[in-house]
């Protein structure tokens, strides 16, 4: 497979990049924490083709991209009230937040289970990218299994370079290490992984 590259400051790359998202391609980009691999949520045989190029473990899920808001609602089953607080506070950003997960995600997406992590970054190549595919995108990083995540679109190459349809260049990720992943899917919160959003940023919120 030949993958092809766009630089993100060219006219062409989100126009073309979206076209093969609808197209059933998975494309790699740079967000505001590390660089994802996405494809369009809803179309399975896309999704299954991130887990090829990975080499990664089906029975893993993989997060949601979003590019506003107002696209939670047909992802998950309902909104919590601190969800609602710290999405307005952390997004976009770099915290994943975990809900119960809508009928709309594959079981693929969720690996088979009944939740499903979100996330609105805040890079606008990424934005731009899930816009133009019309449809938020499942996303992990864009790495091989096993392998650190990439934080510079060399680190991609090295990875995934004719395994994938397309990458962005968009340079490297400033935040460079994972999102924060917060489950707000039980009856009180957990964070499974802590980044840059700290667990002492988030009580501060919750507790106002």
């Not at 969720?110 to 731009?128: C, K, L």
């Amino acid at each position: 497979m030949q993958t092809q590259k766009w630089k993100a400051d060219s006219g062409k790359a989100f126009d073309e990049a979206g076209k093969i998202l609808k197209e059933g391609g998975i494309i790699a980009f740079p967000t505001d924490t590390v660089y994802g691999l996405g494809a369009i949520y809803k179309n399975t045989d896309a999704v299954k083709k991130i887990f090829l190029a990975k080499g990664r473990d089906e029975g893993k899920p993989l997060s949601i991209l979003i590019s506003d808001i107002s696209q939670v609602p047909e992802l998950v089953e309902s909104v919590p009230e601190e969800a609602g607080i710290l999405m307005e506070k952390f997004w976009p950003g770099a915290l994943t937040i975990i809900f119960r997960k809508s009928e709309l995600v594959p079981e693929c997406v969720s690996a088979g289970g009944d939740t499903v992590g979100i996330r609105m970054p805040a890079d606008p190549a990424a934005v731009n990218l899930i816009a133009a595919a019309g449809s938020p995108l499942a996303a992990p990083s864009a790495n091989l299994s096993g392998k650190r995540s990439s934080v510079s679109f060399e680190d991609v190459m090295e990875d995934l370079d004719g395994r994938i349809d397309g990458a962005i260049d968009g340079g490297s990720c400033p935040v460079g290490i994972s999102s924060t992943v917060l489950d707000l899917s039980g009856e009180s919160f957990r964070i499974l992984r802590e980044g840059t959003v700290t667990a002492e940023m988030i009580q501060q919120e919750l507790c106002q």
